[in-house]
């Protein structure tokens, strides 16, 4: 990590961006209105010859010579390596991507799916099975929008949830192009678009300037700053009470409440301390408190606390005036816990995707989003 920008370099990207695809059409004479066209039709799981306008009547001829080989690289970008569903009506998918790697993407139940934006993650947070293994690297912008690509050729999506492998704010750049393709092209309403992260000022400057502004949700976990500086070690040094103004500001700006996400640990946040923190942080404010009790992870000594206390938690804090949804989390009995999945198949996974890279991610260079 750069200590001074509080940036994170990981090795030379293999990452594929929207960027490179624009390129890539223009370089075989499309213009802008060409390239929207490509990219609604790919981005809403559509074949590029879908529409009552074929390829012939509206693509230049450049375009249309290149367009299978194209259509052959998007598919290539994320593919589906397995499919678990989960009793609740999600689905856990191994997502299989250009390099070998893979991650995970989750369909949820009324039409969301929870897409990464990182292969691994680097906040570390110590109940979390991504954060034990550290980034390996950044996913392209294209590489996120191909995962709703994914999930719609499995059923219809409406919401997108930057929520699954990897922080969002360590890759901003390309989880804002992402936002950006999948708020215009991808059709899916802006406020259906939840970016999440554990708290970056880059984030809180970023996200009012974007032409499409995403509802925010923020990882909080814990109300003492040094209790959750122990559970988040590797997030930004930012005090809880700070971390709610800003996110506060920004659900002003934009008019959707702020989404707070807390992780319900036996023993560690479950306590009545954390209750007057959490009554005194967000209590009248324009936030929303999403309480997911944990999910075990094999090797990982943490516990969730009984659905009684669960229960009772989330009456408490209703009452004392905090808008508390008790939450599953999706899929959780199907190696549920983010990262579960890809850690138990990632060999065999790794071994069965060797395959060549497509002739586009060669040809240019990507722009890693991430400066030194
Ligand atoms: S919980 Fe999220 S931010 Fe924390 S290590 Fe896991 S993926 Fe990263």
Same mark, same amino acid.
């Given at each position: 990590?750069?200590?001074?920008?509080?940036?994170?370099?990981?090795?030379?990207?293999?990452?594929?961006? %929207?960027?490179?695809?624009?390129? &890539?059409?223009?370089?075989?004479?499309?213009?802008?209105?060409?390239?929207?066209?490509? /990219?609604?039709?790919?981005?809403?799981?559509? *074949?590029?010859?879908?529409?009552?306008?074929?390829?012939?009547?509206?693509?230049?001829?450049?375009? &249309?010579?290149?367009?299978?080989?194209?259509?052959?690289?998007?598919?290539?970008?994320?593919?589906?390596?397995?499919?678990?569903?989960?009793?609740?009506?999600?689905?856990?998918? /191994?997502?299989?991507?250009?390099?070998?790697?893979?991650?995970?993407?989750?369909?949820?139940?009324?039409?969301?799916?929870?897409?990464?934006?990182?292969?691994?993650?680097?906040?570390?947070?110590?109940?979390?099975?991504?954060?034990?293994?550290?980034?390996?690297?950044?996913?392209?912008?294209?590489? %996120?929008?191909?995962?709703?690509?994914?999930?719609?050729?499995?059923?219809?999506?409406?919401?997108?949830?930057?929520?699954?492998?990897?922080?969002?704010? =360590?890759?901003?750049?390309?989880?804002?192009?992402? #936002?950006?393709?999948?708020?215009?092209?991808?059709? %899916?309403?802006?406020?259906?678009?939840?970016?999440?992260?554990?708290?970056?000022?880059?984030?809180?400057?970023?996200?009012? /300037?974007?032409?499409?502004?995403?509802?925010?949700?923020?990882?909080? =976990?814990?109300?003492?700053?040094?209790?959750?500086?122990?559970?988040?070690?590797?997030?930004?040094?930012?005090?809880?009470?700070?971390?709610?103004? $800003?996110?506060?500001?920004?659900?002003?700006?934009?008019?959707?409440?702020?989404?707070?996400?807390?992780?319900?640990?036996?023993?560690?946040?479950?306590?009545?301390?954390?209750?007057?923190?959490?009554?005194? $942080?967000?209590?009248?404010?324009?936030?929303?408190?999403?309480? #997911?009790?944990?999910?075990?992870?094999?090797?990982?000594?943490?516990? &969730?606390?009984?659905?009684?206390?669960?229960?009772? #938690?989330?009456?408490?804090?209703?009452?004392?005036?905090?808008?508390?949804? $008790?939450?599953?989390?999706?899929?959780?009995?199907?190696?549920?816990?983010?990262?579960?999945?890809?850690?138990?198949?990632?060999?065999?996974?790794?071994? *069965?995707?060797?395959?060549?890279?497509?002739? $586009?991610?060669?040809?240019?260079?990507?722009?890693?989003?991430?400066?030194?």
């Amino acid at each position: 990590m750069n200590r001074r920008t509080g940036d994170y370099k990981v090795a030379p990207s293999l990452s594929v961006c %929207i960027d490179q695809i624009r390129h &890539r059409l223009r370089d075989h004479g499309a213009m802008p209105c060409h390239e929207h066209r490509v /990219l609604r039709l790919w981005s809403n799981a559509l *074949s590029q010859d879908s529409g009552k306008r074929k390829p012939q009547d509206f693509l230049p001829l450049g375009v &249309r010579a290149e367009l299978p080989a194209i259509e052959a690289d998007l598919a290539g970008l994320a593919r589906l390596l397995s499919e678990h569903p989960g009793a609740d009506g999600s689905a856990r998918l /191994l997502v299989g991507l250009h390099d070998g790697q893979t991650v995970e993407a989750v369909l949820l139940p009324r039409d969301g799916v929870c897409v990464s934006t990182q292969v691994g993650c680097a906040v570390g947070c110590v109940f979390c099975m991504t954060g034990q293994g550290g980034l390996l690297r950044q996913l392209g912008s294209a590489e %996120i929008v191909a995962q709703v690509a994914l999930a719609r050729t499995r059923r219809v999506v409406k919401k997108v949830v930057f929520m699954g492998m990897g922080e969002p704010a =360590h890759n901003l750049d390309n989880v804002m192009d992402a #936002i950006d393709l999948l708020g215009f092209e991808g059709g %899916i309403g802006h406020k259906n678009l939840v970016f999440s992260t554990v708290g970056d000022r880059r984030v809180f400057e970023r996200l009012p /300037l974007g032409a499409v502004k995403p509802a925010l949700a923020l990882s909080l =976990h814990s109300t003492n700053a040094a209790r959750r500086a122990q559970l988040l070690p590797r997030a930004p040094a930012i005090e809880p009470d700070e971390l709610v103004e $800003l996110g506060e500001r920004y659900a002003h700006a934009s008019g959707y409440p702020v989404q707070v996400q807390w992780t319900l640990l036996a023993g560690i946040n479950d306590g009545d301390d954390e209750l007057d923190g959490i009554v005194r $942080l967000l209590a009248g404010k324009r936030a929303i408190l999403n309480m #997911i009790p944990y999910n075990t992870v094999d090797g990982l000594d943490f516990q &969730r606390p009984s659905a009684e206390r669960a229960r009772e #938690i989330a009456q408490t804090l209703h009452r004392r005036g905090v808008l508390t949804k $008790l939450r599953q989390s999706a899929g959780q009995d199907v190696d549920g816990g983010c990262g579960q999945l890809r850690a138990r198949t990632v060999s065999v996974a790794a071994g *069965s995707t060797d395959l060549p890279r497509p002739v $586009l991610w060669r040809e240019r260079a990507p722009s890693l989003s991430t400066p030194s």
